[in-house]
């Protein structure tokens, strides 16, 4: 079974700098999905960023980037220019692109990032 | 469209009593799953479903209870409810394809159990 480590319970960073999020993931398959969802206060589960592991390229939303390094099984994400509004709890997550495995996630168990002003 | 909608956002139970959590989604998505949120564990999956007349266990199926009669609604029941299902509940729907689609999650159920 694919497991998700987020080893940072909890991570801070000044507003406009930039901060790492790291997730690492355990899986014997060649092709998968992974996935940044954001959860602010509201509950509010938000996908920030997905990237196909077939894809070598890192995936790169505005503000939001990934460093996806397949052969190390780590998917960390990039904040910059840190925003007020991107506190919240940041969830790394896995999809398996296999027949029988596809139909769910495998979420680690969160980050919590405070932006301070 | 209204995606996935939960119901109720708050509850608040008695050991022993019974209630069902609804979810209902107008995406037509095949897979739907619940999942429970708790401080420090993350999101763990307690049952999920491929299709209608379809549910399988998740890591954290005891005490929950599953059917899947349309495509639209798939209801978890708590049997007897317990303090240890105190918990933020989160119904989550995804396509069959394409496979990078991200899980598209309802607003989430805060239950209590005293």
């Known amino acids: 079974a694919q497991t998700v480590t987020q080893s940072q319970p909890e991570m801070s960073v000044q507003e406009a700098e930039t901060v790492t999020l790291s997730c690492t993931y355990d899986t014997s398959e060649s092709d998968y999905y992974l996935f940044w969802y954001k959860q602010p206060p509201s509950r509010q589960m938000i996908l920030v960023i997905r990237?196909?592991?077939?894809?070598?390229q890192n995936a790169t939303e505005n503000r939001f980037s990934v460093n996806f390094q397949k052969a190390a099984k780590s998917f960390s994400l990039k904040i910059s220019d840190s925003q007020l509004g991107d506190a919240a709890m940041y969830f790394c997550?896995?999809?398996?692109?296999?027949?029988?495995?596809?139909?769910?996630?495998?979420f680690g168990k969160g980050t919590k990032l405070t932006v301070n002003p | 469209n209204a995606g996935v909608t939960q119901t109720p956002k708050f509850q608040v139970l008695k050991t022993g009593q019974s209630m069902t959590l609804q979810c209902a989604q107008d995406m037509n998505h095949e897979y739907m799953s619940w999942y429970r949120q708790d401080p420090g564990m993350g999101l763990r999956l307690i049952h999920y479903?491929?299709?209608?007349?379809?549910?399988d266990q998740g890591e954290v199926p005891n005490g929950y209870n599953v059917s899947r009669s349309t495509t639209e609604d798939f209801p978890l029941r708590l049997l007897s409810a317990a303090p240890s299902q105190t918990s933020v509940y989160f119904c989550a729907t995804l396509p069959n394809f394409p496979q990078n689609s991200p899980l598209h999650f309802g607003n989430g159920t805060r239950l209590t159990v005293t």
């Open positions: 997550a896995y999809r398996s692109a296999e027949w029988g495995g596809s139909e769910k996630l495998v």
């Open positions: 990237q196909e592991a077939y894809k070598q």
């Open positions: 479903s491929v299709g209608a007349g379809i549910t």
